[in-house]
């Protein structure tokens, strides 16, 4: 498969912004996602972003993708403890229906 | 509700003994795939499923079969299990050609092999 990084573990305080970051090394891939898996859950899809946008606003949440250095972020303002979970970055190519995850982001937030 | 299902969601067997979990999707989706998450390693794909009789190999297909009869179930057969298939267990589906091919997942399926 193709190869997404991210860093294993976020912790922040309550209230403030978490960054969590991907980088991947495929420059054909269309479309990047983010997925939230909350403790015994399956993953959900969070938001994404085509390949020719550079950032993208919904509501708390913030991407920024730049893809001269295949590098995507995920912000998220005003951390609460109810986005304690796993991470999960992806990425799909084009033609293809298979998503390539990275290794996910454990974001602990701290009261 | 649209939802993907698995059962059973928990299971520990012994090396060696057949097993299948199963899946289904009441979605009319025409794209399954059956995924493991084992800690660092995220989600690897083992195998999918573009519409009925249609199976591909995914990164990780040793171990592992298919079988899509019908659009709405996907099972996911271990014919002789070992311990290194100890893993959590996930089988997602998506409407084939819909951008932004939103993946819909089950709630995972924790399986330990003695």
């Known amino acids: 498969g193709e190869d997404v990084e991210q860093s294993l573990f976020l912790s922040v305080r309550e209230g403030d912004s978490s960054v969590i970051n991907c980088t991947y090394t495929?420059?054909?891939?269309?479309?990047l996602y983010w997925y939230k898996q909350e403790p015994g859950a399956g993953l959900q899809l969070l938001t994404y972003?085509?390949?020719?946008?550079d950032m993208k606003q919904d509501q708390r949440l913030t991407v920024l993708l730049n893809k001269k250095d295949k590098h995507l972020s995920l912000r998220i303002a005003d951390t609460q403890t109810g986005d304690s979970a796993i991470y999960f970055c992806?990425?799909?190519?084009?033609?293809?229906?298979?998503?390539?995850f990275g290794t996910g982001t454990r974001l602990t937030v701290i009261p | 509700e649209a939802q993907v299902t698995q059962n059973p969601r928990y299971l520990i067997t012994v090396t060696g003994k057949k097993l299948t979990v199963t899946c289904s999707q009441n979605?009319?989706?025409?794209?399954m795939s059956w995924y493991r998450q084992d800690p660092g390693l995220g989600l690897r794909q083992i195998y999918y499923?573009?519409?009925?009789?249609?199976?591909d190999k995914g990164d990780v297909p040793e171990g592992y079969k298919v079988s899509r009869k019908e659009k709405r179930n996907f099972p996911l057969i271990l014919e002789s299990p070992s311990p290194n298939q100890t893993s959590l267990y996930f089988c997602?589906?998506?409407?084939?050609?819909?951008?932004?091919?939103?993946?819909?997942f089950g709630p995972g399926t924790r399986l330990t092999v003695t």
């Open positions: 997602a589906s998506s409407r084939e050609k819909s951008v932004p091919y939103e993946q819909y």
């Open positions: 495929d420059s054909s891939s269309t479309y």
């Open positions: 972003i085509f390949s020719n946008m």
């Open positions: 992806a990425e799909i190519q084009t033609g293809a229906n298979n998503l390539f």
């Open positions: 979605m009319n989706h025409e794209y």
């Open positions: 499923s573009m519409n009925v009789e249609v199976t």
